[in-house]
């Protein structure tokens, strides 16, 4: 059934583009005249209160491309429910792959929307931006520098579950989708670990088009501000190489802020306040790991765009920022191409070098109190009343009073967790799932022909703590017990070899590490190995015969014993005499069970 439904969207997609490169070499003028009344969107035709749903908005592009050489519609999957996975490619020429677009010299901007379909505000930006783009004519100068691949409604199950109700606190539209998808996945949080059907396909898409920037369209949930926007470039962890930090800080950050605000769309950075409703006493931005979009998109050496627009402003004003910000970061990168495109080679060799390895690597952090910088940030003054409803402490922003901060902002990250990256992982031959899951991360693994001894260090489990609660249709491992040493091994025949000298290797680190945020063990995946669970069918009393024998052949253990026998309570307790010797034949009998299947290869 898989193999089946990855053939019929090859199919899609390679007739998709021979039309395209047939329409293109006949030189193909529009095919119907277009009658711009008939691309008036559902938003703009009800003042915004309402977005169209997914079939409409499917059709809008496909009308789009029946009278325009430059839109070309395909499929990138299949949903749950199976709905179609929209992909709409914007081309000057009407190209529709990447080798053909870069020989052209154009950058690929990818623009996701309605990851949280409850968040609409791309796909009406998208909808009204590149109809005005190919049909009026606007920006379209842009088109000679980039192409643009849309992928509209990316969570499309959750989309069509329109519901007036679904978020309750957004200032429109009327109804839309939900937060999560039918398998009641966030798929914000699924980049990583790739479990859910959609985000497979959207890996094998995103790997094929490799797009120097993914913009990923949200609205946020939380603080109340002046902003339309705010947004976050991975730009102040460890996320992107320096050759990209650079670029992303001195060029694509700057510039994006200078544009916005001169468009009339200041933006502020996504980050947390350091008390809740009390922005002066400051905010910090957050280092996220790579199961979210635009860290993700960043751990692969790209730029991710990451905009929140806020949940409380006119749905308008929310779709025409979304649209400037599509502007801004498209013309910043045709002017900038050159830039961006060496720090890119420089990050993708980088990482993919010995000299990446040289540094521990930095897993997780915490914002250092003593650095910060002065920033000016657009508030409102607010009251605080005892609700006569529940009795807390209630805070009501004066929105006829704006007032602009001086606060600090703490940008500065601290490691709390490294790790020495190693030269290789070995991934036991069991484990295809996990194979599975890195090469759609874009990891390129090997199968090892014959078993070998080697000498590798490795994790050795004794237990964890398990979430108080599910995440993700998970329980994860919120901490691993291990001891790392170095031993020699065999691993079997057919075990994957990981080379850490690729481009992607810091995706690999996040997945295999078991301390790291978001890794496989702390989603479960490896749960047998953190408490084994190997049968061992032997009586305690067993151990009466059995403990003589290993003493008897053990002197080692005969001090061990001995010393343990000095403890009183040991010495009078038959059970705890007899378990002493048990333990130790149950662990030699499961003796490799504990380890973590991805071994470590050290330079």
Known sequence: MRLLRNMLIGCVLLSSTAM????????????????????????EKTDFKKTPKFDETRDFFHRLEAVSPMVKNSSFGVSPQGRELSLVVIDKDGLTTPEAIRAKGRIIILVESCIHSGEPDGKDACMIYFRDMVLKGKDKELLDNVSFVLDPVF????HEDFRATNRINQNGPDELGTRNNALLLNLNRD???????????????????????????HVTNGADFQYVMTYSVENHGEAMSPALKK???DIYDKQLNERMTKVGFPMFPYCSYRRSYAPELGASLDAFDP?????????????????????YKPYKERVMSTIEAIRQSAFILAESKKELRQAIEKSDAYVASPEFRKQAFPLDYKIDPTDSIMVDYLGWERD???????????????????????????????????VKVPKAYILMPQYANIAEILELNGLKLTRLEEAKEV????????????????????????????????????????????????PNAKLAIYALEPNAPGSLTYWGYFNGHVWPVGEFWVRQSYMEEK???????????????????KNPDFAKDSNAILNFFYEIVQKQSHQDSDVHPAWRVMD
């Open 20 to 43: 395209a490169q047939n329409r293109n070499e006949l030189n193909m003028p529009v095919k119907i005249k277009a009658n711009l009344d008939e691309f008036v969107v559902l938003s």
């Open 155 to 158: 969570n499309v199950d959750g």
């Open 455 to 502: 000498e590798v260090e490795t994790y050795r489990y004794s237990g964890g703590q398990l979430a108080t609660r599910p995440s993700e249709n998970r329980v994860p491992v919120v901490k691993t017990n291990y001891t790392t040493q170095t031993e020699k091994l065999v691993y079997p025949k057919g075990s994957y070899y990981l080379d850490m000298n690729q």
């Open 191 to 217: 980049f990583l670990k790739t479990e859910s059907p959609e985000m497979k396909d959207w890996h094998r898409m995103y790997n094929y088009w490799d797009p120097e920037l993914f913009i990923d369209c």
């Open 384 to 418: 605080t009343i005892k609700s006569d409803l529940s009795g807390a402490d209630w805070v009501r922003h004066r929105y006829d009073k704006p007032k602009t901060y001086r606060i600090p902002l703490f940008t500065k990250h601290v490691p709390t967790v490294t």
């Open 547 to 565: 403990g003589r024998e290993m003493l008897a052949n053990d002197p080692e253990l005969k001090k061990r014993f001995e010393e343990k026998m």
């Open 247 to 249: 670029y992303a800080t």
């Open 291 to 311: 199961r979210y979009s635009t860290s993700y998109a960043a751990f692969r050496n790209r730029i991710g765009l990451l905009l929140e627009t806020h949940i």
